[in-house]
């Protein structure tokens, strides 16, 4: 049973690549279907960083370990779907036209951000192995927090780009909020149990 | 009818130049090898005047009366009663007068009007308009020496328009323009599209279309016409000030704070198409620009 946990996961994970594929193939994408697969991206990314971040917080409420497991698997998910987000930005809708996605990172905040965002989640991707998680020792552990800076990140690049309807990004920023502040918490605990 | 002709929606020298600026856009070697493919080399050689087809111009809205998404006007608006309806003009003028669509109709003659409309957004369409100019409208009153502006007054109806129980905006929409702006012979009220009558979704029964401004200055289903003294507080300035002026010209000098203005997506281009370059005054600089001599557009945006 536990043997097919990760790869359900991993399929599971894989499912909204295979969607949007899907869509680009037979053409379901709408008049704008550039956009689409930026917004579709996107928001997947978004969705990763919150199940990646739940993960932990699930283990001290069911007291269950196993969720652990999975925790790098959707990390390196959210860098997936992350990587695929900026390259629809870069590639499809600007063409590797470097000046004005320069321009844009310079001058729009929620592209500088998300761009900030995505720099970030580089080193954690190089860093996601076994081997390197022994090869860091502690600082392995420090250096993965930047996933906290990495989630508020994402959710104000959503935030600021919302023309003026915020319902759906202020929702992803309060539940990044609500898992951030499970840390803290977590945190005291243990600190309680001396 | 067709008073406008197609060389006339993009000065003649811009059309030729396009090829040059498609080179100069730079594409990535990927594009280039896409290219070769004749399928997608379509998709790249379509020509940026063709007419948008009916299905996307009446499927992909900004229309937030009936909803936020693009799909959402044409799904929430089927049922929307436009009849009876009837529009004043009132305010800084001799004598307000009520005008019904029956009798719009019968003293206005529609005629197509094929013109670019461009999004805020960053996307644009080709629209076979149909319509007549609103200074023939205008000109059925008498504005006193106060009237500067017009402002536009939308429908409010939240009973019928889902969009509106919800303070997305400060409704009812409101839009202006300076009197000279309202009576240039491009400021056009539409009555339909592609030869019928407008669908709820696009604005019916009556809505304003100035073609060198961005999407959101057209007012759709608009009941009233006030001329004022003073320069109208628009729905969208009043949500942002920042990001949205009172002219609105098509700029792509001007960055949006979110959006690229230097390039557009012609929608129904397809996944592989570019961006292309936005126009100043989205193309009819050749008959707006005089209207903003001296001024400077980057302040006034």
Known sequence: MKKYLKPSIFFLSSLPFIFI?????????????????????GEWTLIFICLTLSMSPLKKITNISVWINFRRMLGLFVFFYATLHLLTYVGLDYRFNWQPIIDDVVKKKYVFIGFAAWLLLIPLTITSSKKMMKLLKNNWKKLHRLVYAIAIFGSLHYIWLSKTIFFKPLTYFIIIVVLLLFRIKIKKKEVNYG | MKTIKYSKITPESVYKNRRSFLKKLGF?????????IPLVNNGLAKDRNELTSYKDI????NYYEFGTSKGDPYKNSQTFK?????????????KPIKLSMEEISEIFLSEERIYRLRCVEGWSMVI???????????????????????????????????????????????????????MHPLTTVVTGLYGRKLPNQNGAPLRIFIPW?????????????????????????????????FYSNVNPNVNHPRWSQATERIIGEGIWAPRVKTLMFNGYGDQVANLYTGMDLKKNF
């Open chain 2, 28 to 36: 990535g070697a990927s594009t280039l090898a896409l290219s070769s």
């Open chain 1, 21 to 41: 594929f899907y869509k680009i193939g037979f053409n379901k994408l709408g008049p704008e279907p550039v956009k689409e697969i930026t917004h579709f991206t």
């Open chain 2, 213 to 245: 401004k961005y999407g959101f200055k057209s007012a759709k289903a608009i009941v009233k016409i006030k001329f004022v003294e003073k320069m109208p507080m628009s729905s969208w300035m009043w949500a942002s000030p920042r990001e949205y002026g």
């Open chain 2, 82 to 94: 436009t009849s009876p309806w009837e529009i004043s003009l009132e305010g800084e003028i001799d």
């Open chain 2, 128 to 182: 076979p308009w149909l319509g007549f100019s609103l200074s023939e409208l205008l000109s059925k009153v008498k504005p006193t020496s106060k009237a500067k502006f017009v402002e536009f007054e939308s429908v409010y109806d939240p009973e019928q328009m889902k969009g509106q129980r919800y303070p997305v905006l400060n409704w009812p929409y409101k839009e202006g323009l300076r009197i000279d702006e309202a």
């Open chain 2, 58 to 61: 009446t499927t992909y809205n």
